[in-house]
């Protein structure tokens, strides 16, 4: 659904606005990430978490200077656990594709490596409940529902400008940050370094897309690239974690693992390493949809709508 343009929104309006619009998508996916029964919940609840640190981060000098870093580091320990679960069940997913029609030596490891993964990822369910359940999430959700009916708190200056004069200087620094990082990748660029960038692009999509309030649909025209580079590179990361996750249940067998189980470690993990390489070959293309030229039409309107506020 399209949003109203309100250009006359403060930062104030336009923050509390972001703040109880992520507050409503925690409460209404945290029963589905509780229950288990639907992948989507929990995937949504870590996306929730997300935009709300997004936001804190990003709008922080209308924000109370204690009370806002505090809650981004608790819903940083939510999204961590979140991503524990969503870990395993990436590389769960990938033996489901490729797991039924293995070579005939291996199929007796895939069964064993599948068995130990769901042993994990009930291990990291019960550490996730108990973050969901702990006396920590419960202040934060209470914070974060004060910070939404009240966000100034003592910096209202910054607080009270129209969001249109604020917006320029914070969206043109975060679109700087991707071209810095994007840039200078090359075919030797580390993993860090390429999941450095998806954060990067994630946390200039998510800041258009809190100001469309305010400018309409104008400022969200790159906001298809943008997802598409995360997307990119957020089966990239998945990825390379799978491949880290593969590699330490390796080492952790190699002396009481069974050779099936050894072999379809090794294979498993292969196959994500040649994912990884191949959307490393995807990237450049992706990466050039938001390259000067099609940021320059955002970056001038904003500019025009800063002097004629």
Do not use: N
């Not at 320990?77 to 990436?90: E, F, H, I, Q």
């Not at 200056?157 to 043109?172: F, M, S, V, Y």
């Not at 580390?190 to 400018?215: M, N």
């Amino acid at each position: 659904m399209r949003r109203a343009r309100r250009p006359r929104t403060t930062v104030c309006e336009l923050v509390c606005a972001v703040l109880r619009q992520q507050a409503a998508r925690l409460r209404e996916h945290e029963p589905g990430a509780r229950a288990d029964d639907d992948p989507a919940a929990l995937h949504d609840l870590r996306v929730a978490t997300r935009r709300v640190r997004a936001a804190l981060r990003l709008f922080h000098d209308s924000l109370p200077p204690r009370s806002a870093p505090r809650l981004r580091t608790e819903l940083g320990s939510v999204a961590r656990a979140l991503g524990g679960v969503r870990d395993l069940d990436v590389v769960l997913q990938g033996l489901a594709q490729w797991g039924p029609q293995p070579p005939a030596a291996q199929g007796e490891g895939f069964e064993q490596l599948r068995t130990l993964l769901i042993q994990r990822r009930a291990r990291a369910r019960r550490k996730l409940l108990a973050v969901l359940d702990s006396r920590r999430y419960a202040d934060a959700r209470r914070a974060l529902d004060r910070l939404s009916r009240r966000a100034p708190g003592p910096r209202t200056a910054a607080a009270h400008r129209l969001a249109r004069e604020a917006a320029p200087r914070l969206l043109q620094r975060r679109y700087e940050r991707v071209r810095r990082l994007g840039d200078a990748v090359t075919s030797s660029t580390s993993d860090v370094q390429l999941h450095a960038l998806r954060i990067a692009g994630k946390r200039l999509r998510y800041a258009l897309e809190f100001h469309e309030e305010v400018y309409g649909q104008a400022v969200v025209v790159v906001v298809p690239a943008l997802v598409a580079l995360q997307d990119l590179l957020g089966e990239h990361q998945d990825a390379v974690v799978a491949q880290q996750l593969l590699r330490g249940l390796r080492k952790a067998r190699a002396a009481s693992g069974s050779p099936p189980l050894l072999a379809a470690l090794h294979e498993s993990g292969r196959r994500y390493a040649a994912r990884a390489a191949e959307l490393r070959r995807q990237l450049p293309a992706l990466y050039a949809r938001i390259a000067e030229p099609h940021w320059a039409p955002v970056h001038r309107m904003l500019q025009a709508s800063a002097r004629h506020s």
